[in-house]
């Protein structure tokens, strides 16, 4: 059984840092790419950044320069690091884990920026 266990979520104020984590467990880990994605109330979600399994990554525009994905396959987590954190990143975060046709959600962290 596949799960995806995000944490890290929380209420920071603008200018804030914050760390969220995606704990995996029933895949092969380093062979998936890997992504955050985000939905704030009334809107689609997007993706925030992604990783692949060789470690390339790619971001929103929204977010380059502010937010960093790392990944560390001997602890099967993924990490996304928020610096510089703006009242519109707001939203539920999402981890996605992806291999081909198989694609898996975590049940998502809630981040809160306001002051």
């Known amino acids: 059984q596949v799960q995806l266990v995000e944490s890290g979520g929380g209420l920071v104020q603008p200018g804030g840092s914050l760390r969220l984590s995606c704990a995996a467990s029933?895949?092969?880990?380093?062979?998936?790419?890997m992504g955050w994605y985000r939905q704030a109330p009334g809107k689609e979600r997007e993706l925030v950044a992604a990783i692949t399994s060789g470690g390339s990554t790619n971001y929103a525009d929204s977010v380059k320069g502010r937010f960093t994905i790392s990944r560390d396959n001997a602890k099967n987590t993924v990490y996304l690091q928020m610096n510089s954190l703006k009242p519109e990143d707001t939203a539920v975060y999402y981890c996605?884990?992806?291999?081909?046709?198989?694609?898996?959600w975590g049940q998502g962290t809630q981040v809160t920026v306001s002051s």
């Open positions: 996605n884990a992806n291999r081909f046709i198989r694609s898996y």
């Open positions: 029933g895949v092969i880990f380093n062979m998936y790419a």
